[in-house]
């Protein structure tokens, strides 16, 4: 069963511009995940935010948590060509460790 | 260097042949994982161990099976039973639970 919902499903943004995609999940969590997929390969984690967490940084990403909507979001600043690319969020749930991931956002950054 | 490798990359299978993928990782981690993915699709668990001689059914196990005899080794049989197999595979791992998943390249296999 999916549990994470990501919005939108795709995205086009120009080089330099900010992007920002939002995850939505619908039972409690231990914590969420945020991972890049490049076509045809296997996902790269990002970044992971706790249930206690509100928002987390690495580098250009921006990870928030708000788990009274039981939603996420991804905000990429100064967006880069490089970044095209599928976007998941991934939730365990309570005493699992067993990650369900969205549909993804496909991200495309143009030049 | 440490990490999980996926093989082979492509696979082809013949209606009614078992196929087995391999995933094996050196990263020392307890838990392994099994994924499907279809075009354009996110990821659907199949199969999960959390420790050495355990494994449990994911969300869509039925036509595969898995073993788990040593902790770098999770290999995934795709058996005639599953009757839509064309797909993308994921392997992952991670050291337990709240920490996040290291995943292999892939295998596509396609049915001809």
Known sequence: ?111 | DGGITQSPKYLFRKEGQNVTLSCEQNLNHDAMYWYRQDPGQGLRLIYYSQIVNDFQKGDIAEGYSVSREKKESFPLTVTSAQKNPTAFYLCASSLGQGDGYTFGSGTRLTVV
């Open chain 1, 1 to 111: 069963s999916q549990q994470g919902e990501e919005d939108p499903q795709a995205l086009s943004i120009q080089e330099g511009e900010n992007a920002t995609m939002n995850c939505s999940y619908k039972t409690s969590i231990n914590n969420l995940q945020w991972y890049r997929q490049n076509s045809g390969r296997g996902l790269v984690h990002l970044i992971l935010i706790r249930s206690n967490e509100r928002e987390k940084h690495s580098g250009r990403l921006r990870v928030t948590l708000d788990t009274s909507k039981k939603s996420s979001s991804l905000l990429i600043t100064a967006s880069r060509a490089a970044d095209t690319a599928s976007y998941f969020c991934a939730t365990d749930q309570y005493n699992n460790n067993d990650m369900r991931f969205g549909a993804g956002t496909r991200l495309t950054v143009k030049p």
